[in-house]
């Protein structure tokens, strides 16, 4: 894979780094190409089961349109309306992994007076209505790739879209996609810090805080000394093997600091607050897809005179995943 040049908001830096986003869609048949024949423009499903390849058609639902010519399709040769007699729901069934994030894509299409509305559900969650308005019948457009997002909650999710419209002219549904969002956001410690004057720092992440695409994720570096001089910095760097030629973990000890290691490449150095003797740590990650995968490295540094010969003590350090 290539390495692509990407922004990552730390402060005010800018990293390179190397996405590792990869998708595979999970939905079965999702332009229901696949199902009984149209004789000839359209057939109407009241039957609860599997009638269309790898969805289902819940028991009490009024009847899906599974359509080919009578209206155009956004994908392929065939799609759903889900208002066979009445506002109806098709579903289906996704292997899962707990705790993941998926993404939710489709087309919504609407013919006819007034717009056509639907909800997408999965985990335990529903969405807003999706709404589209559509040109005069039988003339039919597409609102695309509209998208919603869940966490599965168990090693199965059924998914399902359900009309939110009354009569026999509901919402189109089409070209259904279902993307696993990887890699997981993560932050894991590793290496350690060294004694200072008020014991060793350490650096952790707040409670409840991961480095997700979009949020505001939150570090804590605690243990420090808080007087006037003693200052504290975030180190950043995109390796923590080497920096400069120089193999890392680098020993401070020969400067003074015995006991102390340089862990991460300090590409990029951040002054933060020092308030009795914590400092917080907050980076903005954008909401930009493409820095899912990407890694950075992390450490905290504190001046600290009375600490040893160099007056620098630093923590732990940190592997940033961004993810979701």
Same mark, same amino acid.
């Given at each position: 894979?290539?390495?692509?040049?990407?922004? %990552?908001?730390?402060?005010?830096?800018?990293?390179?780094?190397?996405?590792?986003?990869?998708?595979?869609?999970?939905?079965?048949?999702?332009?229901?190409?696949?199902?009984?024949?149209?004789?000839?423009?359209?057939t109407e499903l009241t039957v609860e089961g599997t009638l269309i390849p790898g969805w289902f058609i819940p028991l009490g639902n009024g009847g899906v349109d599974l359509n080919s010519a009578f209206w155009s399709p956004s994908d392929?040769?065939?799609?759903?309306?889900?208002?066979?007699?009445?506002?109806?729901?098709?579903?289906?069934?996704?292997?899962?992994?707990?705790?993941?994030?998926?993404?939710?894509? #489709?087309?919504?299409?609407?013919?006819?007076?007034?717009?056509?509305?639907?909800?997408?559900?999965?985990?335990?969650?529903?969405?807003?209505?999706?709404?589209?308005?559509?040109?005069?019948?039988?003339?039919?457009?597409?609102?695309?790739?509209?998208?919603?997002? #869940?966490?599965?909650?168990?090693?199965?999710?059924?998914?399902?879209?359900?009309?939110?419209?009354?009569?026999?002219?509901?919402?189109?549904?089409?070209?259904?996609?279902?993307?696993?969002?990887?890699?997981?956001?993560?932050?894991?410690?590793?290496?350690?810090?060294?004694?200072?004057?008020?014991?060793?720092?350490?650096?952790?992440?707040?409670?409840?805080?991961?480095p997700s695409i979009g949020s505001n994720f939150q570090m804590t570096l605690s243990g420090l000394p808080s007087g006037p001089l003693?200052?504290? #910095?975030?180190?950043?760097? %995109?390796?923590?093997?080497?920096?400069?030629?120089?193999?890392?973990?680098?020993?401070?000890?020969?400067?003074?600091?015995?006991?102390?290691?340089?862990?991460?490449?300090?590409?990029?150095? #951040?002054?933060?607050?020092?308030?009795?003797? %914590?400092?917080?740590?907050?980076?903005?990650?954008?909401?930009?897809?493409?820095?899912?995968?990407?890694?950075?490295?992390?450490?905290?540094?504190?001046?600290?005179?009375?600490?040893?010969?160099?007056?620098?003590?630093?923590?732990?350090?940190?592997?940033?995943?961004?993810?979701?």
């Open positions: 894979m290539s390495t692509r040049r990407l922004t %990552v908001l730390v402060g005010v830096a800018t990293l390179a780094l190397v996405p590792l986003y990869s998708q595979a869609d999970l939905a079965v048949n999702g332009s229901f190409e696949l199902g009984p024949p149209i004789p000839p423009q359209r392929g040769l065939r799609s759903i309306d889900l208002n066979g007699a009445r506002p109806a729901s098709i579903e289906q069934t996704l292997a899962t992994a707990i705790g993941a994030r998926y993404r939710v894509l #489709f087309d919504l299409g609407a013919t006819g007076d007034g717009a056509r509305r639907l909800e997408v559900s999965a985990a335990g969650a529903t969405s807003p209505p999706f709404t589209h308005a559509g040109p005069a019948f039988p003339a039919v457009s597409y609102a695309r790739d509209l998208s919603w997002e #869940f966490v599965a909650i168990a090693p199965t999710t059924t998914l399902r879209f359900a009309s939110l419209d009354l009569g026999g002219n509901g919402p189109h549904l089409d070209h259904v996609r279902v993307y696993p969002l990887e890699p997981t956001a993560s932050f894991t410690t590793y290496g350690a810090g060294c004694s200072g004057s008020q014991g060793v720092p350490a650096l952790a992440a707040t409670a409840g805080s991961r003693n200052a504290a #910095f975030g180190l950043v760097g %995109v390796s923590d093997t080497t920096w400069a030629g120089i193999p890392l973990p680098f020993s401070l000890a020969g400067l003074g600091a015995p006991g102390c290691e340089l862990l991460v490449g300090p590409d990029w150095t #951040f002054g933060l607050a020092n308030v009795g003797g %914590v400092a917080a740590w907050s980076v903005q990650v954008p909401q930009d897809g493409l820095l899912a995968g990407a890694v950075v490295f992390v450490q905290g540094l504190v001046f600290d005179l009375a600490g040893n010969g160099l007056g620098v003590v630093v923590s732990n350090a940190g592997r940033v995943g961004v993810g979701y």
